[in-house]
């Protein structure tokens, strides 16, 4: 029954549900109800039992791992205490730092004991927990709680240390459904947690942790494995519940290594698995106390399949939310019912809508742009009452605003109107709310409206109090203590694993950002300098300009702490100093400097004196990518020098790690076919430029247009057929018909007149008949305006699908382009060119005038063909007499003349 208790470790579930199971030892089950309570803190006193867990010799931070150590195996003989403790400690340390309230235990009484200095002991833990020259901040709590942690879990899935090992390649923890002991993959799953926790101390995600956390929930064979110990009576319980939160935590572990586009797979699983309904669709709203009539604003309806138990949300307090008090704005907007507008609105509407698109659910954001499109279980909504959404579908709702916001265009108006629907449907709903999830939306909330004029005022307040509301140690108070009792700690980490991981510093530089962004350069600093943050202080000056202020404040850091990796390449970056980038990879392994450094040896600053060095920037690349291979901007960087260099091989590997971490990538896609022509690799390269061109290619016309000479020389004539098109399309508007590729043209229209045209009315077309002759006689016809050979292909297309009427028109307009060149009279080449255009009119007019016309029933094409066809021989002899009279051109007209 240990399984049990660990699957509702894992669950967070109500200590209620907690009973006393067979063969588990009582303590265990003691230990396990205070973590599930929000008490770890207890768990960690009754273990430990009034001790000190560490003694011996710490002078370094060595020292601190080696008795760490010795210390777990010497005390901790029992791998059930080992797991409980490191539980204890990891939720310890992130009440302290992420939740709040802060726990009543010393971590410096009941790890170190007064034989040891407690600001030396806290500043070693931070050294230790420092990834590849990055800092962990400072001033978090009780970092040595999340070091015992790691190392516990560590020894618990029997993998070897990454506080000793955290350079080079490292193999990864395999997971089998079948294999691995269920304790085992449930240890693997905290350590998981840990991981992200750790990552959540530095500025950027580096080094082994991500990549060992993304590994672990990479497979549901996590989940098979633990539930494989279940007893049959709950296996199939807590396979969905156990999926659920799996799947959520995939995802954040991808945000949380910036890895956001491997999102989507997961987030179209837990939808399907919850059943949740939601969509993004239009509708009318005023949102002003002025407004008569309301406009047309975005809005999520949504529907969850399951509900939570009244009792296990109840008695919670909420974060307060600032009201607007606004005299122009509504507190909230005020939604008229979906798709209410006139009618004939309604129709116009309608016509700019491709008569494909509407309704796609496996999308980040599904979006219903008629009325018709919503999901049926969703039509019956009354958007200003939406019914309350279980606590999981509300952590989808935002950790698709997280996805949509790290892999969108900053201050994008439309993405922001996303973000602003996604985040008014969690915190407008009936109902209790949960504490995290409630108090996150409200950050959201307040990071959208800092962006607009109207609400940055109520934006800031409520990033504040967020702040302050943690109930953590902070050392400026800008708004009154409330007076409210605190959320009890059990609600406030209940859900704390599933969403994106914002320690309370991170919370207040974001406040900072902001205040960056409206121009409050000087509470911007002052956050960052109260912070300790001063790497982001001096980046703070450098964006507005002060390089000279940046450059201080970051030598100060450098003479008080000579190993910060980061701030020796924040300054090799400020003063473009190769040798201040190579100082921070010697001190720390930053990869950040080995970056800067390819960037300097690509394109040397030009009072260097120095030639770009391909072979130097992909070595110094190279040396970044084995220590951090999930940075998909280096890997891109990577192949495009490649490419440039001609090292076709190393950028074909570099754009497969490319598309790997983002398959929607299409300029990777397409870079990726690049090196595959160079190998000689076609069909390679035109799979690759097929997932280019059904990306977010549809305005790139080298793209299209690559994929159009890759598929000729495939002979992938459907391919080729709508490349062409497309490249009509995006460039027709600039170029007009330079946009047509005549050569393609005409291999396309040899094609499709080699086929017969159905003799019988009832008979069907090909597909690549009607496409191509649709293109042909529809689509060029509008660009066309001097090109004569066009109208010629037009016209041997239209005499193919038996429309000699047409044909002749065409023949006609082809004539008509060139005899109306200002150069006839003074160019003998245009001159020779308006004759073979002559030429090819009488033979058109002699060949197809008295053929059947269009209404049948003896009418002729053409029935006074010879009258047609003098008058234009005359026409042109009388505007070229004067200048070619007695030329090779004239002497042709001539006889044509006496032939007709």
Same mark, same amino acid.
């Given at each position: 029954?240990?399984?049990?208790?660990?699957?509702?470790?894992?669950?967070?579930?109500n200590?209620?549900?907690?009973?006393?199971?067979e063969?588990?030892?009582?303590?265990?089950?003691?230990?396990?109800?205070?973590?599930l309570?929000?008490?770890?803190?207890?768990?960690?006193?009754?273990?430990?039992?009034?001790?000190?867990?560490l003694?011996?010799d710490?002078n370094?931070?060595? /020292?601190?791992?080696?008795?760490?150590?010795?210390?777990i195996?010497?005390?901790?003989?029992?791998?059930?205490?080992?797991?409980?403790?490191?539980?204890?400690f990891?939720?310890?340390?992130?009440?302290?730092?992420y #939740?709040?309230?802060?726990v009543?235990?010393?971590?410096?009484?009941v790890?170190?004991?007064?034989?040891?200095?407690?600001d030396?002991?806290?500043?070693?833990?931070i050294?230790?927990?420092?990834?590849?020259g990055? =800092?962990a901040?400072?001033?978090?709590?009780d970092p040595?709680?999340?070091i015992?942690?790691?190392?516990?879990?560590?020894?618990?899935?029997?993998?070897?240390?990454?506080?000793?090992?955290?350079?080079?390649?490292?193999n990864?923890p395999?997971?089998?459904?079948?294999?691995?002991?269920?304790?085992?993959?449930?240890?693997?799953?905290w350590?998981?947690r840990?991981?992200?926790?750790?990552v959540?101390?530095?500025? %950027?995600?580096?080094?082994?942790?991500?990549?060992i956390?993304?590994?672990? @929930?990479?497979s549901?064979?996590l989940?098979?494995a633990?539930c494989?110990?279940?007893?049959?009576?709950?296996?199939?319980?807590?396979?969905k519940?156990?999926g659920?939160?799996?799947?959520?935590?995939n995802i954040?572990c991808? @945000?949380g290594?910036?890895?956001?586009?491997l999102?989507?797979?997961?987030?179209?699983k837990?939808?399907?698995?919850?059943?949740?309904?939601?969509?993004?669709? +239009?509708?009318r709203?005023?949102? #002003?106390?002025?407004?008569?009539k309301g406009?047309?604003?975005?809005?999520?309806?949504?529907?969850s399949?399951?509900?939570?138990?009244? /009792?296990?949300?109840a008695?919670?307090? =909420?974060p307060?939310?600032?009201?607007?008090?606004?005299?122009?704005?509504?507190?909230?907007p005020?939604?008229?019912?979906? +798709?209410?507008?006139?009618?004939?609105?309604?129709?116009i509407?309608?016509?700019?809508?491709?008569?494909?698109?509407?309704?796609?659910e496996?999308?980040i954001?599904?979006?219903?742009l008629?009325?018709? /499109?919503?999901?049926?279980?969703?039509?019956?909504?009354d958007?200003n009452d939406q019914?309350?959404?279980?606590?999981?579908d509300n952590?989808?709702?935002?950790?698709r605003?997280?996805?949509?916001r790290?892999s969108?265009?900053?201050?994008n108006?439309l993405?922001? &109107?996303?973000?602003?629907?996604l985040?008014?449907?969690?915190?407008?709903?009936?109902?209790?709310?949960?504490?995290?999830i409630?108090?996150?939306?409200?950050?959201?909330?307040s990071?959208?409206?800092?962006?607009?004029?109207?609400t940055?005022?109520?934006?800031?307040?409520?990033?504040q109090s967020?702040?302050?509301?943690?109930?953590?140690?902070?050392?400026?108070?800008?708004?009154?203590?409330?007076?409210?009792?605190?959320?009890?700690?059990?609600m406030?980490?209940?859900?704390?694993?599933?969403?994106?991981?914002?320690?309370r510093?991170?919370?207040?530089s974001?406040?900072?950002?902001?205040?960056?962004?409206?121009?409050?350069?000087r509470?911007?600093?002052?956050?960052?300098?109260?912070l300790?943050?001063w790497?982001?202080?001096?980046l703070?000056y450098?964006?507005?300009?002060?390089?000279?202020?940046?450059?201080?404040?970051?030598?100060?850091r450098?003479?008080?702490?000579?190993?910060?990796?980061?701030a020796?390449s924040i300054?090799?970056?400020?003063?473009q100093?190769? !040798?201040? $980038?190579?100082?921070?990879?010697?001190?720390?392994?930053?990869?950040?400097?080995k970056?800067?450094l390819a960037?300097?040896?690509?394109?040397?600053?030009?009072?260097?004196g120095?030639?770009?060095?391909?072979?130097?920037?992909?070595?110094?690349?190279?040396?970044?990518l084995?220590?951090?291979?999930?940075?998909?901007? #280096?890997?891109?960087?990577y +192949?495009?020098?490649?490419?440039e260099?001609g090292?076709?091989e190393?950028?074909?590997?570099?754009?497969?790690?490319c598309?790997?971490?983002?398959?929607?990538? =299409?300029?990777?896609?397409?870079?990726?076919?690049a090196?595959?022509?160079?190998?000689?690799?076609?069909k390679?390269?035109?799979?690759?430029?097929?997932?280019?061109?059904?990306s977010d290619?549809?305005?790139?016309?080298?793209?299209w247009?690559?994929?159009m000479l890759?598929?000729l020389?495939?002979?992938?004539w459907?391919?080729?057929l709508?490349a062409?098109?497309?490249?009509?399309d995006?460039?027709?508007?600039k170029?007009?018909?330079i946009?047509?590729?005549?050569?393609?043209?005409?291999k396309?229209?040899?094609?499709?007149?080699?086929?017969?045209?159905?003799?019988?009315?009832?008979?069907?077309? #090909?597909?690549?008949?009607s496409?191509?002759?649709e293109?042909?006689?529809?689509?060029?016809?509008?660009?066309?305006?001097?090109?004569?050979?066009c109208?010629r292909?037009?016209?041997?297309?239209?005499?193919?699908?038996?429309?000699?009427?047409?044909?002749l028109?065409?023949?006609? !307009?082809?004539?008509r382009?060139?005899?109306?060149n200002?150069?006839l009279?003074?160019? %003998?080449k245009?001159?020779? &060119?308006?004759?073979?255009?002559?030429?090819?009119?009488?033979?058109?007019?002699?060949?197809?005038?008295?053929r059947?016309?269009?209404?049948?029933?003896g009418d002729?094409?053409?029935?006074? $063909?010879?009258?047609?066809?003098?008058?234009?021989?005359?026409?042109?002899?009388?505007?070229?007499?004067?200048s070619?009279?007695g030329?090779?051109?004239?002497?042709?007209?001539l %006889?044509?003349r006496?032939q007709?």
């Open positions: 029954m240990d399984i049990l208790l660990h699957s509702q470790l894992l669950l967070a579930s200590p209620q549900n907690l009973t006393s199971y063969g588990v030892d009582p303590a265990i089950q003691e230990h396990a109800s205070n973590i309570k929000g008490n770890s803190y207890k768990t960690i006193e009754r273990i430990l039992d009034g001790g000190v867990f003694s011996g710490i370094n931070k060595a /020292d601190l791992l080696i008795c760490i150590q010795s210390s195996s010497t005390k901790l003989q029992d791998d059930n205490v080992k797991m409980m403790l490191a539980i204890a990891l939720q310890t340390f992130i009440q302290n730092n #939740t709040g309230p802060t009543p235990l010393s971590s410096h009484d790890i170190f004991g007064s034989q040891y200095d407690k030396t002991m806290h500043n070693l833990s050294d230790l927990l420092g990834i590849l990055q =800092s901040y400072e001033l978090c709590d040595s709680y999340l015992i942690a790691l190392v516990l879990l560590e020894q618990l899935t029997n993998q070897p240390s990454l506080f000793s090992h955290s350079e080079g390649n490292m990864l395999e997971i089998s459904a079948h294999d691995t002991p269920s304790v085992t993959a449930c240890a693997h799953w350590r998981a840990a991981l992200l926790t750790h959540s101390l530095i500025s %950027e995600p580096v080094g082994l942790q991500p990549v956390a993304c590994s672990i @929930l990479d549901i064979n989940v098979y633990i494989r110990g279940l007893p049959e009576a709950f296996k199939a319980d807590y396979e519940k156990l659920v939160i799996f799947y959520l935590e954040k991808s @945000l290594s910036n890895t956001e586009h999102c989507l797979p997961s987030l179209t837990i939808k399907k698995l919850m059943n949740f309904s939601f969509v993004l669709t +239009g509708a709203a005023k949102r #002003t106390k002025f407004q008569q406009h047309a604003g975005l809005i999520i309806l949504a529907q399949s399951i509900n939570l138990p009244d /009792d296990e949300e008695g919670q307090n =909420s307060e939310s600032f009201a607007l008090n606004s005299d122009l704005l509504l507190e909230r005020q939604f008229d019912s979906i +798709g209410n507008e006139p009618l004939d609105e309604q129709i509407k309608k016509q700019k809508h491709d008569e494909h698109s509407g309704y796609e496996d999308k954001l599904p979006v219903a008629r009325q018709e /499109d919503i999901p049926i279980q969703l039509k019956d909504i958007p019914p309350q959404l279980n606590n999981y952590i989808q709702l935002l950790l605003l997280t996805t949509i790290q969108s265009p900053a201050q108006p993405v922001e &109107e996303e973000l602003s629907a985040v008014s449907r969690v915190l407008y709903q009936k109902g209790s709310k949960n504490w995290t409630f108090s996150r939306a409200l950050w959201e909330r990071i959208v409206e800092t962006t607009k004029a109207k940055i005022e109520r934006g800031l307040l409520q990033m967020l702040v302050e509301e943690l109930g953590l140690k902070i050392n400026t108070r800008m708004l009154p203590q409330s007076s409210d009792v605190e959320s009890s700690a059990q406030r980490l209940k859900y704390i694993h599933q969403l994106p991981f914002l320690p510093w991170s919370l207040d974001k406040l900072a950002e902001r205040y960056m962004s409206v121009g409050v350069l509470s911007a600093v002052e956050i960052y300098e109260r300790r943050m790497c982001e202080a001096a703070c450098a964006a507005v300009g002060d390089e000279k202020q940046a450059e201080e404040i970051i030598i100060r450098i003479e008080q702490n000579p190993n910060d990796a980061r020796y300054l090799g970056d400020i003063r100093d190769p !040798k201040l $980038w190579e100082k921070s990879w010697s001190v720390g392994k930053y990869v950040n400097a970056n800067s960037r300097y040896y690509y394109k040397p600053p030009a009072q260097s120095l030639k770009p060095d391909y072979s130097t920037a992909l070595k110094h690349l190279n040396d970044s084995r220590l951090y291979p999930l940075a998909f901007d #280096t890997w891109y960087f +192949g495009c020098i490649g490419l260099c090292k076709m190393l950028a074909a590997e570099a754009f497969s790690r598309v790997s971490l983002d398959d929607t990538h =299409s300029l990777a896609w397409s870079n990726l076919s090196a595959y022509i160079e190998l000689g690799k076609l390679e390269a035109h799979s690759c430029l097929k997932r280019a061109v059904s290619a549809q305005k790139n016309w080298r793209i247009e690559n994929y890759v598929s020389k495939l002979h992938e459907d391919d080729v709508l062409c098109r497309k490249l009509v995006i460039r027709k508007n170029s007009g018909e946009s047509i590729d005549l050569p393609v043209v005409e396309l229209v040899e094609l499709l007149v080699s086929t017969d045209f159905p003799a019988d009315s009832t008979a069907r077309l #090909t597909h690549f008949q496409s191509c002759m293109f042909i006689c529809d689509v060029l016809p509008t660009v066309i305006t001097t090109s004569s050979r109208w292909l037009v016209a041997r297309v239209e005499l193919w699908r038996r429309r000699p009427w047409a044909s028109e065409c023949h006609e !307009k082809a004539y382009a060139v005899v109306h200002p150069d009279e003074i160019d %003998e245009a001159w020779n &060119e308006c004759v073979e255009a002559c030429d090819d009119l009488v033979a058109a007019y002699e060949s197809l005038g008295d059947e016309g269009k209404y049948g029933a002729l094409v053409c029935k006074d $063909w010879k009258y047609k066809a003098r008058s234009t021989i005359k026409s042109l002899m009388s505007k070229g007499k004067n070619w009279d030329s090779d051109g004239w002497e042709k007209l %006889e044509l006496r007709l």
